[in-house]
T-cell receptor, first 109, second 115 residues
Framework: DAGITQSPRHKVTETGTPVTLRCHQT?????MYWYRQDPGHGLRLIHY???????DKGEVSDGYSVSRSKTEDFLLTLESATSSQTSVYFC????????FGPGTRLTVT | ELKVEQNPLFLSMQEGKNYTIYCNYS?????LYWYRQDPGKSLESLFV?????AVKQEGRLMASLDTKARLSTLHITAAVHDLSATYFC???????????????FGKGTKLSVKP
């Protein structure tokens, strides 16, 4: 398995609170991605990074921000969580062939 | 609007039977992926198809790509219970101005193989 970990794996939070999800890789890969998975929608790209401090928006970036200060870490922040952000969040690394982390299940009450 | 459409979305098969999952996409792309996901698990890479006419096979699964028709198929031969999972296709939209690895996923096909 590709060396990708996500933390936390499960989180329950209240509406309006900030939340940060972490993706950590040991593969020294340049590209990293954050997706969300919702029933009936497949996976949708939130943000991606193509290097340290180089990030860009994906398909569903509203309400999310990201940061990448080191090659190995890619952080996803929900500045003020809403119930519509209840989802399973996957981090991925790679370019032409992506490897996915184990996922974080986030519930916003 | 970029679209990736899979059909069927749900598929119940008997063991030993053959079937095909279809993936249509609306943008030009010469890179298409198939992934498998077991319930509660992450995604596992199955195939990457890089050119028109590409065919890849692994065990009972065979994937093909027709870039002119913007169609990929995942064919299942003599299904077994272990193939029960959700299968996703995804299109790389790098050719559409996106960065490499910027994937648009289909909604997935939930496959259930019954004895």
């Amino acid at each position: 398995d590709a060396g990708i970990t996500q933390s936390p794996r499960h989180k329950v939070t209240e509406t309006g609170t900030p939340v940060t999800l972490r993706c950590h890789q040991t593969e020294n890969h340049r590209y990293m991605y954050w997706y969300r998975q919702d029933p009936g929608h497949g996976l949708r790209l939130i943000h991606y990074s193509y290097g340290v401090k180089d990030t860009d928006k994906g398909e569903v970036s509203d309400g999310y921000s990201v940061s990448r200060s080191k090659t190995e870490d890619f952080l996803l922040t929900l500045e003020s969580a809403t119930s519509s952000q209840t989802s399973v969040y996957f981090c991925a690394i790679g370019g032409a062939w992506q490897y996915f982390g184990p996922g974080t299940r986030l519930t916003v009450t | 609007e970029l679209k990736v459409e899979q059909n069927p979305l749900f598929l119940s098969m008997q063991e030993g039977k053959n079937y095909t999952i279809y993936c249509n996409y609306s943008t030009t792309s010469d890179r298409l992926y198939w992934y498998r996901q077991d319930p509660g698990k992450s995604l596992e890479s199955l195939f990457v198809l890089l050119s028109n006419g590409a065919v890849k096979q692994e065990g009972r699964l065979m994937a093909s790509l027709d870039t002119k028709a913007r169609l990929s198929t995942l064919h299942i031969t003599a299904a077994v219970h272990d193939l029960s999972a959700t299968y996703f296709c995804a299109v790389d939209i790098a050719n559409y101005g996106g960065s490499q690895g910027n994937l648009i996923f289909g909604k997935g096909t939930k496959l259930s193989v019954k004895p």
